[in-house]
């Protein structure tokens, strides 16, 4: 399929698929439709050609955007945040209940904010901004996770955390695609690559696919 906006592909050719319960990183240069990939999974950007075939409906799949897609200082608290990982379930307009609240406090506390919950978002360092996300994601509890440049910009032991929390849903069994630009991580942690440069150039076992990067670089 391919993937673009007003008439104007930005991905092109791509096809393949994403396992029940595999763990892919996305990875290429800027500008190379690594984002518009997520956000057509999300059907966010329109397919110019071919299709896209999921086995869960949207509602189904959870998405953490970049940091920057996200106004920090948007007056709303750490526990009202992660709470709207909740409206799949619950709807947009329905008072978390207390039967449910407890799925909040335990997210907070397993993302090491459990002291931050009535905090305005705007008081929080970097890595407890994306802490704060992350425990989003947790409450919403979705089998597929669509996570973009998760760990730009952030502490390492924030990192850690975070990719610790992820390998943790993967043995879980979940979904998770996330874009990356950090190839140690990759190599590290993700058993699949999608490596794309406006089509795909290479996909499949990281080791494989990461020895393909590096020689299309390499080649004049």
């Given at each position: 399929?391919?993937?673009?906006?007003?008439?104007?592909p930005?991905?092109?050719?791509?096809?393949?698929?994403?396992p029940?319960?595999s763990?892919?990183?996305?990875?290429?240069?800027?500008?190379?439709?690594?984002?518009?990939?997520?956000?057509?999974?999300?059907?966010?950007?329109?397919?110019?050609?071919?299709?896209?075939?999921?086995?869960?409906?949207?509602?189904e799949?959870?998405?953490?955007?970049?940091?920057?897609?996200?106004?920090?200082?948007?007056?709303?608290?750490v526990?009202?945040?992660?709470?709207?990982?909740?409206?799949?379930?619950?709807?947009?307009?329905s008072k978390?209940?207390?039967?449910?609240?407890?799925?909040?406090?335990?997210?907070?506390?397993?993302?090491?904010?459990?002291?931050?919950?009535?905090?305005?978002?705007?008081?929080l360092?970097?890595?407890?901004?994306?802490?704060?996300r992350?425990?989003?994601?947790?409450?919403q509890?979705a089998?597929?996770?669509?996570?973009?440049?998760?760990?730009?910009g952030?502490?390492?032991?924030?990192?850690?955390?975070?990719?610790k929390?992820?390998?943790?849903?993967?043995?879980?069994?979940?979904?998770?695609?996330?874009?990356?630009?950090?190839?140690?991580?990759?190599?590290?942690?993700?058993?699949?690559?999608?490596?794309?440069a406006?089509?795909?150039?290479a996909?499949?076992?990281?080791?494989?696919?990461l020895?393909a990067?590096?020689?299309?670089?390499?080649?004049?």
């Amino acid at each position: 399929m391919s993937l673009g906006y007003n008439g104007s592909p930005v991905v092109a050719g791509i096809s393949g698929q994403f396992p029940q319960g595999s763990l892919t990183a996305i990875v290429g240069p800027n500008g190379g439709g690594k984002t518009t990939l997520l956000k057509g999974l999300l059907g966010l950007v329109k397919v110019q050609g071919g299709a896209i075939k999921a086995q869960h409906a949207r509602n189904e799949i959870a998405y953490l955007p970049q940091a920057s897609e996200v106004d920090a200082g948007f007056p709303v608290t750490v526990e009202d945040f992660v709470s709207t990982g909740l409206w799949a379930s619950i709807g947009g307009l329905s008072k978390v209940k207390p039967s449910m609240s407890h799925l909040v406090s335990e997210a907070l506390q397993a993302l090491g904010l459990h002291g931050c919950a009535t905090r305005w978002m705007d008081e929080l360092s970097g890595g407890q901004f994306q802490r704060m996300r992350f425990a989003r994601l947790v409450v919403q509890d979705a089998p597929v996770i669509l996570l973009d440049e998760p760990f730009t910009g952030i502490d390492e032991e924030t990192t850690q955390a975070l990719l610790k929390l992820v390998v943790n849903w993967h043995a879980k069994g979940k979904t998770v695609i996330a874009v990356l630009h950090d190839l140690d991580v990759v190599r590290s942690h993700f058993p699949h690559t999608l490596a794309v440069a406006g089509h795909v150039l290479a996909w499949g076992d990281t080791p494989g696919t990461l020895a393909a990067l590096a020689g299309a670089r390499s080649s004049p």
